[in-house]
Structure formats: C-alpha cells, structure tokens
C-alpha cells in the first residue's frame, strides 16, 4: 500500500514469517502467548517482541528489565533475573535450596523432565524462596521458575513454600509470592494436588499472626496456583498484560466450545471483575512493594506491637 | 438394564445361559438343578476373579457409572433428617454443590456435598456436577455457620472437576476454591471428607480438607482427568487407561500413599448394585471416625488437620542447614 511506495527496498527489514532467513541466529521465534520462551537470553543480540513485532536490541531490553521499550510488554523473566531486580543488593539469603524432587509415583518419563528442565532453568526445582530486603525493609520471599516445568507445583515446591510462610511466622515478617505456573504437578499426584491444601493452611496460619502476605501475580498462572496461594494476598498485584485464571483459554475453548473473548484472562480483566488490588509495571515493583511493606511494618499495627 | 462395562460381559454372559438352562428345565419339566448350580459356582467364581482384580481405568468407568448413587439417594439412608440451605449471598445458587444441616446418628452436622446428575437433564441442572464459584462460596458459608455453632462437618466429593468456562473466571474460580482451603484448614470441629465417585482435581480438593479423608472402594481421586493427562503425556486422549495406572489415583493407591485414611467397601460390581448396602457401610465408618475425633480438644482437632496436610509430599533432603536454621531463625532479621 501507500508504505510500500515509500519503501527504501535496499533497507533490511525484518517482519515476521517473511524475513526471518535473512538473519535466522538474531531473531528469536515469536511466543505463543500461555507459553514459555524456550530461552530467555538468545545468543543473539536482537529479540523480537511478541506483542508488537519491534526488533529490540537485546542489551536495550535488558537495560528495561525486560520490557519491551516501544509496547511496554513484559517478557517473562526467569526467578534469578526476578530477584536482582527487586531486592536489596547481597540482602538475599536463599532457604531450603537442598530439597530434591523424588520420582515417588514411578510416573512416565518424569525423571527425564526433571533433568530437563534443570538444565533449562539452572535450577534445581520450580521455586526460589527465601528472606531478602527491599529499601532495607526485611521479608520472606518466594518466586516461581518458569522456566523450571511450567513452573508447576510438586511436593519440593509445595514444601518450600510452606516452609518460607512458617518460618516467616517464626520471624514476624511479611511474605510476597511471586507465582507464574501452569498448577499442580500432574507426575506426582495427589501429592501435588495436595500441596495446594499444605500452602493455603500455612496462609491462614500467617493470616492469623496478623502479618501481611502480598500475591504478585505474574505471566502465565492457571490451575492449582491460581487455586491455592496465589489467590489469598492480602494485596493482590499483577503486571500488566499478564495472563491468570483457573482454566487455560485452550482447555475453555476444547472443553466448553466457548471462544474467549479478546483480553480475557489478563491482569486488567481480572481487576476489572475485582480479582486483582494493583497493576503494576515492571520497573514500579520495588518502589510500590517497598511502600506497602513499610506501611505493615510492626509498629505500624494500632494498639499492641504483640 | 442397567449399563454394562466391557469387562463385564463375561458374567453377563454368564448369567444369560443360566437363565436360559433354568427356564428351559420349567418350560420342559426336566430337572437341571445340578448344571445351574455348576454354572452358579462358576458365576461367583467369575465375577470374584472379575471384580477382586479391577483395573484403574476400570475402577474409572465404575465410579462414573450412570447409575452410580449420588449424594440425594445416599442423604435420606445417612442422615435422620436433612434440611438443604442453599445460595452463597453473594451472586446465586449452585447445584452442583448441596449443602445444609442433618442429622447424623442423632447428632446434628453440616453436610456439603457436590452432586452429580443422572440423566442429561439432570446433568446440565447440575451442570455435570461441575461446581462454579458460588458453590465453593456457598460451602464455606454453611461451614463457617458449622464452627461457629460447634457442629462437626462432613462433606462428599463427587465432581470431574470444577466448572471451567468464561463465567467461572469472571467470578474468581482459583480464588474460591483457595478460600475453602484456607477456611477448611482452620476450623475447631472435627471434618470428615469422602470421596463416593470421582475426586476431580482442584475442584475436588476444595472439599478435600478433612481430619479424615474416607474414599468409597471404587472411587478415584485424581490431580488431572486421565484423558487430559494422557493428552498432555501422548497427544492422545484414547490413551486415558495408561495414564490411569500412571497416576495412581485409585482408593487403593491413595490409602498406600497415605492421603486416604481408611476404604470404605462396596458390594461387588460397585455401590450401584446395593444402594442400602452401601450407605450402611458408609455410615458406619463415618460414625466410628466421628466418635473418635468428637474426643478430641477443638485444638487438637485443627492441630492435627494441620499436621496431616503438613506430612503430604515426598522429596529427598540432604543437609541439616534447614535444622539449623530453623533453630537460628528466631534471633537475627
């Protein structure tokens, strides 16, 4: 059309589908919305955003914490890269990372995933957790892996989960879990599923200490998660665009034949139907969590300091 | 007639040629007692071998048999009485979930209850027993009714799962069931849970959270449906009956695993055959599990709810770091 008169052909241009032989080692695939990069630092140096389809220098993204600088769309970023850009430097003091995954239903293949997604995700299961600092303000904190089998929940994510919430009573300080995860681990069980149970009964206990626990729902959280912790915030926070519900949009779609319609299931249809406290972006977290956090501190509270 | 499994056709089998040999011998006058009483052994033999050795995705098919008794035949042998409130104050009513006060041995109890139907009409009533927010809404409702008037609680899974269509995102699905968790885990009366068909993922749980949890001998009591497991696994939903042994979901496997506390028997071919029977023998563990925990401190009665959801999960643990920081853990922060 009218761009195309104006097209300097000798430019090289990179559109989606079209181009992608021209330059295949700098661009990486487009993401399926609902599921994960394969990798989050290409060996390229070029990223294309899956949202508007900009060709974004690598190291520029980086410097954005991973948002895309022209749509503001947030890539999903792995627990590690979570954590440097949220906590105080050197503050961070990592719990129960000895936990091992055991094979307890001799299930399919599920050894093999475990391997797999270690290697993948450099991590030994599919949640990080412990205390760390924000704006010199202590906390317990847990962060899901994406990277790391969905980030679904087994016994080890299931237990240290639990874990951090009871030792965060022990400690009298507030907890924020950071969930991104398909749900309950189908190559355990009811084992898994039974860990939504564990984590939510450790919720009300932390709930009945008065202390605060703050749910920041990231890009994607469906199933078991959704079912159990990352529904029961104080505070529920979200990033923009990302996708949460109990039902993924495929299975709605298979299951019930009904077309979802467009921007179910983001962050902003679940404020909209009142799911969700607070949208917050990216390069806000720190400051907002730091804010919240601060006005829950101990003194705060009227009447007694327990 | 009743609806018959493939497995089941031997017996069926079976039983139609004694049927024939004994109206053959009255139609004709000839006395063939000692072939029908040969072939009656053979029967009995048949369907001991049959029904002792189900297989999972047999036991599957079993616990969603049409005729499998819902929560409202078993209400009126269970319970002296059963008053059904309904709605969750807040958006409806939901009939895949019942709930309301009975009397139990003389004793009253709230009682929460998913419900499947029986006929396609029933079903989209129920919507195939599929609860959606409201009906978690409404259960945590009548239980929080049952702590705050001391009443033990006992509640009954039936359910593939909970409702999954655009409504039920709307009005919070994760965080409804998420709430009857919490809720469940918090209360100072005694609550036992049963499963009496089909224990389907998160949408079962809700209701999962008991002192005690009994399963009926042919339920099962699963993470995911085993057709959408295996469609995960093998990109192939007729595999369903090799990820039923996979996920080792029967009663049996969730006794072994320790997340069942007892079975409850089923006459053979499965509780549809004798609704009385089984209700009786429902009864009975129910009370026997009742009587017990009634003994207990409302303390204790949380404590150990806590303690048992506390003890799920199997994982390996090298280090005492976390022994010790456990100890540590209440100086520095």
């Known amino acids: ?306 | 007639m009743a609806q018959l499994f493939e497995f089941e056709k031997p017996i069926a089998e079976l039983e139609l040629k004694i049927a024939e040999i004994q109206k053959f011998s009255a139609d004709k006058g000839i006395d063939l007692s000692q072939e029908v009483s040969t072939l009656e052994k053979k029967a009995a033999l048949l369907k001991k071998e049959i029904y002792g050795n189900l297989e999972p995705w047999q036991k599957v098919q079993i616990a969603r048999h049409s005729e499998r008794p819902n929560f409202y035949d078993y209400a009126p042998l269970l319970f002296e009485d059963f008053i059904e409130l309904k709605g969750d104050r807040l958006f409806a009513d939901d009939r895949s979930i019942a709930g309301g006060i009975a009397l139990f041995h003389g004793m009253p109890v709230t009682v929460i209850a998913q419900v499947k139907g029986k006929d396609t009409k029933e079903n989209i009533k129920r919507n195939f027993g599929m609860p959606h927010p409201e009906g978690y809404r409404k259960a945590v409702r009548l239980m929080d009714q049952a702590e705050k008037f001391g009443r033990p609680i006992l509640t009954f899974i039936d359910t593939p799962g909970a409702a999954c269509d655009l409504g039920a995102e709307e009005r919070g699905q994760g965080e409804a069931i998420a709430r009857c968790l919490l809720a469940t885990s918090g209360y100072h009366v005694p609550v036992i849970s049963t499963v009496i068909g089909e224990g389907g993922s998160g949408g079962a749980l809700a209701l999962g959270v008991g002192n005690v949890l009994l399963m009926l001998e042919n339920s099962f009591y699963s993470v995911i449906a085993p057709e959408s497991c295996a469609s995960i696994l093998w990109k192939d939903t007729t595999k369903a009956k090799e990820a039923a042994a996979a996920l080792k979901f029967t009663a049996q496997d969730l006794l072994r695993l320790g997340v069942a506390d007892e079975l409850v028997r089923e006459p053979q071919g499965g509780a549809h055959n004798n609704l009385h029977q089984t209700a009786e023998e429902l009864s009975q563990v129910i009370s026997k599990y009742l009587v017990r925990l009634r003994l207990e401190s409302p303390e204790a009665l949380r404590d150990q709810r806590y303690q048992k959801l506390r003890a799920i999960g199997v994982f390996q643990e090298t280090a005492d770091i976390n022994n010790m920081l456990d100890s540590d853990v209440s100086t520095e922060s």
């Not at chain 1, 729902?217 to 959704?226: E, H, I, K, L, Y």
């Open chain 1, 1 to 306: 059309m009218f761009k195309d008169i104006f097209r300097k052909t000798k430019y090289v241009t990179i559109k989606s589908g079209q181009n992608l032989d021209r330059r295949p080692s700098e661009v990486v695939p487009q993401e399926e919305p609902g599921i994960v990069t394969k990798k989050e630092l290409p060996d390229g140096l070029w990223v294309k955003c899956p949202k508007c389809g900009e060709v974004l220098f690598n190291k520029n993204l980086e410097e954005n914490s991973r948002v895309c600088t022209t749509c503001e769309h947030h890539f999903r970023i792995s627990a590690t890269l979570r954590l440097k850009l949220l906590v105080d430097e050197d503050s961070f003091e990592e719990w129960d990372a000895d936990l091992k995954t055991q094979d307890s239903l001799d299930f399919p293949g599920y050894d093999e995933k475990i391997s797999e997604a270690q290697e993948k995700s450099g991590m030994a299961e599919g949640v990080l957790t412990g205390r760390a600092k924000i704006e010199g303000v202590p906390f317990v904190i847990a962060i899901n892996e994406a990277g790391f089998m969905m980030g679904s929940m087994g016994s080890v994510v299931g237990e240290k989960i639990t874990r951090a919430i009871e030792r965060a009573i022990k400690l009298r300080l507030p907890v924020v879990i950071f969930s991104t995860s398909g749900g309950a681990r189908m190559q355990e069980g009811i084992l898994s599923l039974y860990q939504m149970a564990k984590t939510s009964a450790a919720l009300g206990k932390l709930a009945e200490n008065h202390l605060l626990y703050i749910s920041v729902v990231t890009d994607p959280t469906f199933g078991g998660v959704t079912a159990s912790y990352a529904s029961l915030g104080d505070i529920m926070i979200s990033e923009p665009n990302a996708l949460i519900g109990f039902t993924g949009p495929r299975v709605i779609k298979q299951t019930m034949r009904q077309e979802l319609p467009a921007g179910a299931q983001t962050a902003e249809f679940n404020q909209e139907h009142g799911s969700i406290d607070l949208i917050v972006a990216r390069n806000q977290m720190r400051p907002v969590l730091a804010r919240l956090l601060r006005y829950h501190q101990e003194g705060a509270r009227y009447g007694t300091t327990v």
